[in-house]
């Protein structure tokens, strides 16, 4: 996209990936505690975008989108990393959670249903769907649990990288190893059918909640639930490993 100079239409780039900007910001929102905004990912997002058009040279070989999207993913961390968005009593019901679905699965032999788990920790169904959505930063592969961490100073320092990450360090990235990823393949299979469906969705085909939300006929916070609960249940399977 170029003037009649010749030279890169700057203007006409930045409408052109508007859409991107959008995209990662709905796609890193589900990883992020309910106190960050979706609007201010993307007003971060468009500054990250205005920095790789300001930035970009043709002559590096690298096509822009796979450049903006470095810059924009980088702002919206940065912006994070400034703020004090991350929610310690959210992280310990992600654990309290997790617990309630180890130890039912153990009694029951089974991946127990929410009424089950809510029961479980002393809540009414409502009041623990309403934590899977103050929890919906939860994430997979933690680096305390691969032997990282080394104190709770520098597991926080870390937060940010274990939740939100461009593809480099993806969880599916740090899955390498054969026997962890036989064993998620049949955690995930284990799941109820629409968890799995949500995992697919979002992991395998990169929707976004509201898409999916689209898709199943159900609402985008019902889905931020079911993905964080998907979550809890593969972690408390994986705990072994």
Known sequence: MYTAKGQLDRDALLRQHVPLVRKIAHHMIAKLPANVELDDLIQVGMMGLADALSRYQVAQGVQFETFASQRIRGAMLDQLREGDWMSRSARKSQKEIEQAVHRLEQRLGRSPLESEIASEMGLHLA???????????????????????????????GFLERHIVDSAADPVELLRDQRLKTSLVAAIQSLPEREQH?????????????EIAAVLGITESRVCQLHSQSIVRLRAKMRAH
């Open 198 to 210: 949500i995992m697919g969705m979002y992991y395998e085909h990169d929707m976004n909640l509201k």
């Open 127 to 157: 009041s623990y769907q309403s934590l899977l959505g103050k929890v919906r930063g939860t994430q997979l592969v933690y680096l305390e649990d691969m032997g990282q961490g080394r104190d709770e100073r520098e597991a926080e320092d």
